[in-house]
């Protein structure tokens, strides 16, 4: 069992920057490859990035790509989304999930543990 908590949401003008952090519980973090994903209101939920257990391949959606960064830190049990330029339609809950398999994964059902969510509001 995986518990996942975010932080760091909130509100930002466009072009501005926000960094949420992943807190994931448990000894076995290293074993989970972890995406970020989030939902609009009216939307379907979306991946933004994901990441492998070792940190060293990611994938991003084409709206985020050069824009934000996944990140991990295996040793603090906790995943990471830089966020910059962000733009008005950035704005959505950001929800953190771990899939109980080593390498990346795009689609939701992959992923076996989420968070509770984070808001993420960009003003224009």
């Known amino acids: 069992q995986v518990q996942l908590v975010e932080s760091g949401g909130g509100l930002v003008q466009a072009g501005g920057s926000l960094r949420l952090s992943c807190a994931a519980s448990?000894?076995?973090?290293?074993?989970?490859?972890m995406g970020w994903f989030r939902q609009a209101p009216g939307k379907e939920r979306e991946l933004v990035a994901t990441?492998?257990?070792?940190?060293?391949?990611?994938f991003y959606a084409d709206s985020v790509l050069g824009r934000f960064t996944i990140s991990r830190d295996n040793a603090k049990n906790t995943v990471y989304l830089q966020m910059n330029s962000l733009k008005p339609e950035d704005t959505a809950v950001y929800y953190c999930?771990?899939?109980?398999?080593?390498?990346?994964?795009?689609?939701?059902?992959?992923?076996?543990?989420w968070g509770q969510g984070t808001q993420v509001t960009v003003s224009s």
């Open positions: 999930a771990a899939k109980n398999k080593l390498w990346i994964g795009v689609n939701p059902r992959e992923y076996d543990y």
């Open positions: 448990g000894r076995t973090f290293s074993r989970y490859a």
């Open positions: 990441i492998n257990w070792a940190g060293d391949n990611a």
